[in-house]
């Protein structure tokens, strides 16, 4: 399953440039123009973010941030309006991004923001794949249900992560955005030891492997047993 982002806003231009540029990064982007249509599906769809341009809309922000509730939401606008920046923080909007940022940096927010939903859920701590069992809240994963080995807590996220994305390219850097809150030299290097440590420890099952894509990423492969 992958990252899912919803972007409500009426410059059809910048909506289908910026979500090509969020799917070639390994996130789903629902797009939609129309904020009603988009606030429907807020509430019967499941998404990690909302981005949204209510050009200087108060009581589109107001709503908006109702609706969400404990989905984060970022405001993409052109207005530099010192009030209306102020009024959207006040009303709970995570993160003003004005349009015309780089794209790259608008990516490292989403990635910060989505980590740290994505850890907080505690539903996803419990994995069980292969004849492995994983439990994120204890760091453990045992094999066979007698061989337990305990992760360092880096080696949980990381994992976690791949397990959440099974049998998916998942962007290198951004991994190290979700586990160490940025993507530079010295974390692209901490990153590919804590993946050998990981090839490890699956090295004697040829179900379970993480394959290294292109250099661009990383893919937990599970083979389902018959």
């Given at each position: 399953?992958?990252?899912?982002v919803?972007?409500?806003?009426?410059?059809?231009?910048?909506?289908?440039?910026?979500s090509?540029?969020?799917?070639?990064?390994?996130?789903?982007v629902?797009?939609?123009?129309?904020?009603?249509?988009?606030l429907?599906?807020?509430?019967?769809?499941?998404?990690?973010?909302?981005?949204?341009?209510?050009?200087?809309?108060?009581?589109?922000?107001?709503?908006?941030?109702?609706?969400?509730?404990?989905?984060?939401?970022?405001?993409?606008?052109?207005?530099?309006?010192?009030?209306?920046?102020?009024?959207?923080?006040?009303?709970?909007?995570?993160?003003?991004?004005?349009?015309?940022?780089?794209?790259?940096?608008?990516?490292?927010?989403?990635?910060?923001?989505?980590?740290?939903?994505?850890?907080?859920?505690?539903?996803?701590?419990?994995?069980?794949?292969?004849?492995?069992?994983?439990?994120?809240?204890?760091?453990?994963?045992?094999?066979?249900?007698?061989?337990?080995?305990?992760?360092?807590?880096?080696?949980?996220?990381?994992?976690?992560?791949?397990?959440?994305?099974?049998?998916?390219?998942?962007?290198s850097?951004?991994?190290?955005?979700?586990?160490?809150?940025?993507?530079?030299?010295?974390?692209?290097?901490?990153?590919?030891?804590?993946?050998?440590?990981?090839?490890?420890?699956?090295?004697?099952?040829?179900?379970?492997?993480?394959?290294?894509?292109?250099?661009?990423?990383?893919?937990?492969?599970?083979?389902?047993?018959?």
């Amino acid at each position: 399953m992958k990252p899912q982002v919803l972007i409500i806003d009426a410059d059809t231009f910048f909506s289908k440039s910026f979500s090509s540029y969020l799917r070639n990064k390994n996130i789903e982007v629902v797009t939609e123009s129309d904020v009603l249509v988009g606030l429907k599906k807020l509430q019967s769809e499941f998404f990690n973010l909302c981005i949204i341009d209510l050009r200087n809309d108060k009581k589109g922000i107001k709503k908006i941030c109702l609706i969400a509730r404990n989905i984060p939401v970022f405001c993409l606008s052109s207005t530099t309006s010192k009030s209306m920046i102020i009024f959207s923080y006040k009303e709970g909007v995570h993160d003003y991004i004005l349009k015309k940022t780089d794209f790259d940096i608008i990516y490292i927010k989403i990635s910060l923001i989505i980590s740290k939903t994505f850890f907080s859920f505690t539903e996803f701590n419990v994995f069980d794949f292969d004849q492995y069992n994983f439990n994120y809240s204890i760091h453990t994963l045992t094999y066979k249900q007698n061989n337990k080995i305990h992760l360092t807590p880096i080696e949980s996220k990381i994992l976690k992560l791949l397990l959440f994305f099974k049998n998916e390219n998942l962007d290198s850097k951004f991994l190290q955005q979700c586990v160490w809150r940025k993507a530079d030299y010295f974390t692209s290097k901490c990153l590919e030891v804590y993946i050998n440590r990981l090839r490890k420890i699956f090295s004697d099952n040829t179900n379970v492997k993480i394959l290294t894509m292109n250099r661009t990423g990383y893919m937990l492969e599970i083979v389902e047993r018959f």
